[in-house]
């Protein structure tokens, strides 16, 4: 009965003058803006909860002696990113720079709800390094790089398309909840920074690759649960409103986005059991992370058959991108986060290219839309690769010229928990 009411009511006073919304409109209006803001909370609290989720993931697929040093890292990068972001990154990504680039700019232009949820995608790039450098990399060069990265490499970028008249928003690219601007920012940096500290002692040897198998996959299990879990905050919270144009709520985007995870984790199961002739667990796990950076990009721009598909053929894609970079490129990423945010964050961009849609009309390559929408997200594509590669590989020079990137043998040989933090996650054991 309400909802009729409210649809006959502002038809019955019409006669008003359409500048002035009537009382009932007025009503509406702020519900329906209460609820965003409530959405967008909730959405923000489910993406901090997500840090909970790289912790586990990043410490139980690495070994136990770094366990202390994994969870210090995941701390620092909340405490650091809230800091650094709401003092200078929100103003960079968003603010008018001519009230100056700090936080009063920041607060200014920003309601509190968008900026705490903004806050904790700044926080995701910055751990998203974390776990591809775990084992050997000194904690204070990692928080120095912490701080740049929250402060200036991920909000510049991010401002070129959500800043809403950035470069990459005039050519029409699109990136709903970043695939490439989140994920493979931090991907593309998690790559450099891997190469610059080297492997881990043990990882390489005569050419070969060795095995370092995580100590706890129960742990890292549950942290992708978590992480899945947190993720529709992270994509559902980016409609920015419950409701939205051409019927893509929030419920949709949380929908697409649960079954491009439930692809992804599939496709990789699949393809390990044929290739290994069992399926890998480590990889299954990381193809359902895999099949949830592929959708965030275009989770408001995906039917659930589309989001399916890009889901799966992300999950499939990281396994062999872990194997590329680890066999052909000798890179050590203790935990593949450069494949599961960098190599399908840029899938997930490109595929909205290939079968993306605009309401019910199709955009993509596959349906009707043509090359131009495929080449505007390749050159999105491209920039933020470039952009996160080469800042990062300045950052991490200067800091290797300076304060060194790499603890020494004897300190990783003993552990970071002890070396860099005097103190072991799990006293009474041994590391094996």
């Known amino acids: 009965m309400i909802p009729n009411i409210l649809t006959i009511l502002p038809s019955l006073i019409a006669v008003q003058d359409a500048a002035e919304p009537t009382e009932v409109e007025a009503a509406v209006a702020a519900i329906n803006g209460d609820m965003g803001m409530l959405w967008m909370l909730i959405s923000a609290i489910l993406v901090f909860f997500m840090q909970a989720g790289f912790t586990l993931v990043e410490t139980g697929m690495t070994r136990s002696k770094n366990a202390a040093n994994i969870a210090m890292k995941n701390l620092l990068d909340i405490c650091v990113g809230s800091l650094t972001y709401w003092l200078v990154g929100y103003s960079l990504m968003y603010g008018d720079t001519s009230n100056g680039w700090f936080f009063w700019s920041g607060l200014m232009q920003g309601e509190g709800a968008d900026l705490l949820f903004q806050t904790m995608f700044a926080a995701t790039a910055a751990t998203i390094v974390s776990g591809a450098i775990a084992g050997r990399t000194k904690y204070s060069t990692y928080a120095i790089f912490s701080i740049i ?16 008249s950035g470069w990459l928003t005039n050519l029409g690219f699109i990136d709903f909840a970043g695939s490439s601007i989140v994920h493979s920012v931090g991907g593309w940096a998690a790559l450099v920074a891997a190469y610059m500290v080297g492997p881990r002692i043990g990882k390489f040897v005569d050419g070969k690759v060795m095995s370092i198998p995580g100590h706890n996959q129960i742990l890292a299990t549950l942290g992708v649960f978590i992480l899945w879990l947190g993720w529709f905050g992270f994509n559902g919270g980016s409609q920015l409103a419950w409701g939205g144009a051409d019927a893509i709520g929030a419920s949709n985007v949380v929908l697409v986005t649960n079954l491009a995870a439930a692809a992804g984790g599939l496709g990789a199961l699949i393809t390990t059991w044929i290739w290994y002739g069992k399926p890998n667990l480590p990889q299954t796990l990381n193809g359902a992370l895999a099949g949830l950076v592929s959708i965030t990009a ?29 066999k052909k490129l000798k890179i050590d990423d203790a935990i593949g986060a450069a494949s599961v945010h960098g ?78 933090h005097g103190e072991i996650a799990y006293p009474g054991k041994r590391e094996r």
């Open 149 to 164: 990265m929250t402060a200036l490499i991920y909000p510049i970028a991010g401002g070129w398309q959500w800043q809403g």
């Open 298 to 326: 275009g989770c408001g721009n995906m039917s659930a058959v589309g989001a399916v598909f890009a889901g799966l053929i992300g999950g499939v894609i990281v396994v062999f991108s872990i194997e590329f970079i680890e």
């Open 343 to 420: 190599v399908a964050g840029a899938w997930g961009t490109l595929v909205i290219g290939l079968w993306g849609i605009n309401g019910d009309e199709g955009i993509g390559l596959f349906n009707g839309g043509g090359f131009a929408q495929l080449g505007t997200q390749a050159i999105g594509v491209l920039a933020y690769a470039v952009w996160s590669v080469v800042l990062s590989f300045i950052v991490l020079k200067i800091l290797k010229s300076t304060m060194g990137l790499r603890v020494t043998k004897e300190e990783e040989t003993v552990g970071l928990d002890l070396s860099e």
